[in-house]
């Protein structure tokens, strides 16, 4: 039997023995994780098909808007998925265990490199899927597209999904190859990456100078002019994707050689760095023996800074925050996920929100605070729920440590609270800032973001507890665990309570339907309703969580 | 069977492997021990091609395991400290995949599967999901996938940790006969008694130098101290330590 032959046995078998596991699992468990993600493909389909009626409204602009749009949702996803490419690639290369099973049998390195890289364009599919269903349908149904649509749909976006995960592979490869580990270096590269950021700012500015009012549309929606390049393998796609379903066989054709033809160049690339670089790469983050830690001096800082905590509650907190910095994979997801909501944040007057009347300000800003609350219920799903479980073997260290449960389980709380509420009210202070919102709405926002720190930080740590799991150490199947659904249920769920209330009140009031006393009524009702939930959400979780911690067998 | 000539390892500027040079005959069992941190792993690592050295070769079954890896790793078996193991898939499964991975024949991989499976008291366990077997049932299968292939060289870094004594004894007995039936076995270790027992020959490496070599008479002669214990101590205790 071939190698190929025998990874597609492996992964039948994975498949067959999951179904397996899933059958042992309680049926409850099930249920409510598929509940919960029909739940979520049906919320995401209806707020599509309610976006896309929303536009139809505008009449003129609008059809233009809907036209390109399809090209618009497929560049962010390419965005997306090249991103994930990046994260994922990183951590099936470099950081699986299979690796080092895989690189000491009889296989060429560029095989498994190939391989792997497959597999992290099948684990970043998911979340492609999970988005595109059930805008796919809404679109589809919106503009009374057939089965056709469906079917180019797919058959575009499997080299689609290989052309945007080996763009991240080739990436990573690159980055861990070639990232400069010598003195000097470092400061070499920032600023060459410096440079090139201002280079490139500048020839924008002269493109759009030089373009006048010829692209109306692309000022009004932000990207559009990009995902209408042709240049952009998304362009390709969603161009395909339309050509075939207006029955343009060649120009569908011509697209969809031009996306398979790169799809099979870049898996070719991937190869190629794969068998001339790899060996190094891999061997460069897996040796451990010349590595240092960061200078200690930052951490000997830290230690000073909070010299005025007990002893066992500093000496917890500097090994989370440790443990933290010295694993890429946990400081870049984060630098992500905040990186791109900060610039997104400090652009919105590019995009010029901030001219808006105040009621689409309004809805911008209190978009930006969900924005802020999802990736904040994500990063408590991602990062403070299985912190405790990923404790593992080394709990006995803390379980036998003349402390406390309570107090080890506050000190990952405050330690938190304090990392997450520090970026997310500068994001928001930030945000409020560019739209140029009242000083109220300010102020609402800001506390509306910390209540969400607080309540996010409080379900993730308390449930963490509450469904320790000391055996597992793959922190995706802690998340993706029964505790980690209920977690970001439940964390969603008091972001939407928490929330809306506010949001509707200030836009009922700039849409001049309730007047300043009614708003100022119900802007004190929603803060009471915000505290309450607020302080149950945070309190009930710990409490529960440390009872569980005290009462359980180690 | 093994060739190692003035081998060297650098992580950056730590020298962990300083100018080995070793030669291992066919159906030896070498013991190759040191405190942590002496090099062991790395030279192991080196030897399976999983690291490249700084500079020095490295020739296994008279292949060089940089330019030619692939037949290398073909004639050879490596039992890591840690092994990693495909948590989804069956006892049965995995072993299969093994003998895909190194192209032995279905009919060869059966007849395998019944003489270890018989031998590792793995038959009535074939059907088990790797994910729910306990620590010494994985060590059991990871010696069968290791020997399904008949390697001519075996790599065992720490062979015998979280097993119990039957296991033990079965492992002990598996390697000298393994040995005596023309594999060379090479191993690292901290059971001092176990290279004793079954080491044809042994080397120390202390700070990523061999600064001992030889069968255990030899050492004791030229070392001094009645057992390895002493040779060990008596070459690797750091200065100042009693």
């Known amino acids: ?554 | 069977m093994i060739e190692i000539q003035a081998l060297h390892k650098y992580y950056g500027s730590v020298h962990a492997v300083r100018g080995i040079n070793l030669s291992v005959p066919k159906g030896e069992v070498f013991c190759f021990l040191g405190p942590n941190g002496a090099g062991k792993t790395t030279t192991i690592k080196i030897l399976t091609g999983l690291m490249r050295p700084s500079s020095g070769r490295v020739r296994v079954g008279g292949l060089d395991v940089q330019t030619s890896p692939l037949e290398a790793k073909r004639i050879m078996g490596y039992i890591p400290d840690m092994p990693f193991l495909y948590e989804r898939m069956t006892v049965e499964e995995v072993f299969r995949f093994t003998g895909d991975l190194y192209g032995v024949a279905s009919g060869e991989t059966e007849q395998a599967l019944m003489r270890y499976f018989d031998l590792f008291a793995l038959l009535e366990h074939r059907d088990v999901l790797v994910h729910d077997l306990s620590h010494g049932m994985r060590q059991r299968l990871i010696y069968a996938c290791t020997f399904l292939h008949d390697p001519a060289v075996l790599f065992v870094d720490e062979p015998l940790i979280g097993l119990d004594p039957y296991t033990i004894r079965l492992i002990k007995d598996l390697l000298r006969e393994k040995a005596r039936g023309g594999i060379t076995v090479f191993l690292t270790t901290h059971i001092l008694a176990l290279a004793e027992d079954i080491g044809d020959r042994i080397g120390i490496i202390r700070d990523g130098d061999l600064c001992a070599l030889g069968t255990l008479d030899e050492l004791r002669r030229r070392h001094g101290g009645r057992t390895l214990e002493d040779v060990f101590l008596g070459l690797t205790r750091p200065e100042g330590r009693p």
């Open chain 1, 1 to 554: 039997m071939s190698v190929a032959a025998a990874i597609r046995r492996k992964h039948v078998a994975h498949v067959v023995n999951g179904w397996r596991l899933l059958r042992s699992q309680p049926r409850f468990k099930v249920l409510f994780i598929l509940v919960f993600a029909t739940a979520c493909e049906i919320g995401l389909w209806k707020l599509f098909a309610d976006g896309f009626d929303f536009l139809e409204r505008f009449g003129g602009v609008a059809g233009m808007i809907m036209a390109r749009l399809f090209s618009l949702f497929y560049m962010g996803m390419f965005m997306m998925l090249v991103m994930s490419g990046i994260v994922t690639s990183y951590a099936t290369l470099f950081r699986s265990d299979e690796m080092a099973y895989l690189l000491v049998r009889p296989l060429p390195v560029k095989l498994v490199v190939v391989y792997k890289f497959f597999e992290s364009a099948y684990l970043s599919s998911w979340a492609f899927l999970f988005i595109i269903l059930p805008f796919v349908g809404a679109y589809a149904v919106h503009l009374h597209l057939g089965f056709r649509f469906g079917l180019w749909t797919a058959v575009f976006s499997l080299p689609f999904l290989v052309i945007c995960s080996g763009l991240g592979t080739i990436v990573i490869q690159c980055v861990v190859r070639w990232w400069p580990r010598r003195v000097g270096h470092k400061p070499l590269l920032l600023a060459a990456g410096t440079a090139l950021g201002l280079g490139l700012w500048l020839a924008k500015d002269k493109v759009e100078a030089g373009e006048g009012t010829r692209f109306a549309l692309s000022a009004l929606i932000p990207g559009m002019r990009l995902s209408g390049n042709m240049l952009m393998p998304s362009a390709w796609t969603a161009d395909g994707i339309q050509a075939f379903t207006r029955g343009e066989w060649a120009r569908g054709s011509l697209l969809l050689a031009v996306v398979v033809t790169t799809a099979a160049v870049l898996t070719l690339v991937v190869e190629g760095l794969g068998r001339a670089t790899f060996q190094t790469a891999w061997e460069s983050v897996s040796e451990g023996g010349g590595r240092r830690g960061r200078p200690a001096a930052i951490f000997a800082w830290g230690d000073r800074v909070l010299g005025f905590l007990p002893g066992d509650v500093r000496a917890m907190i500097m090994k989370d925050v440790r443990t933290f910095f010295r694993d890429a994979m946990q400081w870049s997801q984060v630098l992500i996920f905040f990186g791109l909501l900060g610039m997104y944040f400090a652009n919105l007057r590019t995009f010029h929100y901030d001219t808006y009347s105040p009621t689409w300000r309004n809805m911008v800003c209190f978009l930006n605070v969900f924005s802020v609350s999802a990736v904040l219920c994500s990063l408590g799903a991602r990062f403070i729920y299985p912190q405790l479980s990923l404790e593992g073997q080394g709990f006995w260290l803390l379980g036998l440590a003349p402390t406390n449960m309570r107090r080890i389980l506050l000190s990952k709380f405050a330690l938190a609270i304090v990392c997450t509420g520090v970026v997310s009210v500068f994001l928001i202070g930030l945000s409020s800032s560019m739209l140029k919102v009242g000083g109220v709405q300010v102020v609402v926002s800001v506390a509306l973001v910390g209540c969400v720190v607080l309540a996010v930080c409080g379900l993730s740590t308390g449930l963490g507890a509450i469904f320790m799991d000391l055996r597992q150490r793959n922190p995706a199947a802690i998340v993706g665990g029964f505790g980690g659904t209920v977690n970001l249920v439940l964390s969603l769920g008091y972001m939407l309570a928490a929330i809306v209330p506010f949001g509707l009140a200030f836009h009922l009031r700039a849409a001049d339907l309730i007047d300043e006393t009614f708003l100022h009524r119900s802007l004190g009702f929603s803060a009471a309703w915000c505290l309450l939930l607020t302080a149950a959400a945070t309190a009930a979780p710990l409490v529960l969580g440390v009872r569980a911690l005290r009462d359980r067998d180690y």
